[in-house]
T-cell receptor, first 115, second 114 residues
Framework: SAVISQKPSRDICQRGTSLTIQCQVD?????MFWYRQQPGQSLTLIAT?????????ESGFVIDKFPISRPNLTFSTLTVSNMSPEDSSIYLC????????????FGEGSWLTVV | AQSVTQPDIHITVSEGASLELRCNYS??????LFWYVQSPGQGLQLLLK??????LVQGIKGFEAEFKRSQSSFNLRKPSVHWSDAAEYFC????????????FGAGTQVVVTP
């Protein structure tokens, strides 16, 4: 199985600031995925991060608001820019893994509250 | 486009009773299906998955799920729930453009009473 570590686990942020979330995986993976879970809601895919190329964003999410880096095969960052209270969410990183590469693992999530 | 429906937003079950959570999907081909659990303040934990083969899938924590193509369903079951099963449960289907991208249902909140 893949072990995913996210930092920070929780944070309280001021409106208008930016925060970068880190995702570290214990093995090399081709694709990493970032999801958002707004309070009381389900998970929504933000973007896919491939090493060596720009991230691909889902409808409704833009690079200016959620810039992503993928410097190597075990690490990615998601920045939430110019935060507003509506950005208060859990942000989760996920990867494909498993012995057959057919399992999707999630990190513990980064719980952001914007005040 | 794929979609996942979890008809029950909230279920209350007594400890020791059986539990069944419903999941219906909309998908053109054979879907890759997952059930995840999210305990309060925790991330997502994979309970089980279905890719192909035996339609009755065994997972962790005593859970199982049955894939029924004719009903487009992938319901999760547990014969006897424990208080620690109180959590949010999410059904998900892999998207056609990349199986690593998941489309999630709205989730079912399970409350376990003594």
């Amino acid at each position: 199985s893949a072990v995913i570590s996210q930092k920070p686990s929780r944070d309280i942020c001021q409106r208008g600031t930016s925060l970068t979330i880190q995702c570290q995986v214990d093995s090399q993976v081709t694709m990493m995925f970032w999801y958002r879970q707004q309070p009381g809601q389900s998970l929504t895919l933000i973007a896919t991060a491939n090493q060596g190329s720009e991230a691909t964003y889902e409808s409704g999410f833009v690079i200016d608001k959620f810039p992503i880096s993928r410097p190597n095969l075990t690490f990615s960052t998601l920045t939430v820019s110019n935060m507003s209270p509506e950005d208060s969410s859990i942000y989760l990183c996920s990867v494909e893994g498993g012995t057959s590469g057919n399992t999707i693992y999630f990190g513990e999530g980064s719980w952001l509250t914007v005040v | 486009a794929q979609s996942v429906t979890q008809p029950d937003i909230h279920i209350t079950v007594s400890e020791g009773a059986s539990l069944e959570l419903r999941c219906n999907y909309s998908y053109g081909a054979t879907p890759y299906l997952f059930w995840y659990v999210q305990s309060p303040g925790q991330g997502l934990q994979l309970l089980l998955k279905y890719f192909s083969g035996d339609t009755l899938v065994q997972g962790i924590k005593g859970f199982e799920a049955e894939f029924k193509r004719s009903q487009s369903s992938f319901n999760l079951r547990k014969p006897s729930v424990h208080w620690s099963d109180a959590a949010e449960y999410f059904c998900a289907v892999a998207r056609t453009d990349s199986w690593g991208k998941l489309q999630f249902g709205a989730g079912t909140q399970v409350v376990v009473t003594p």
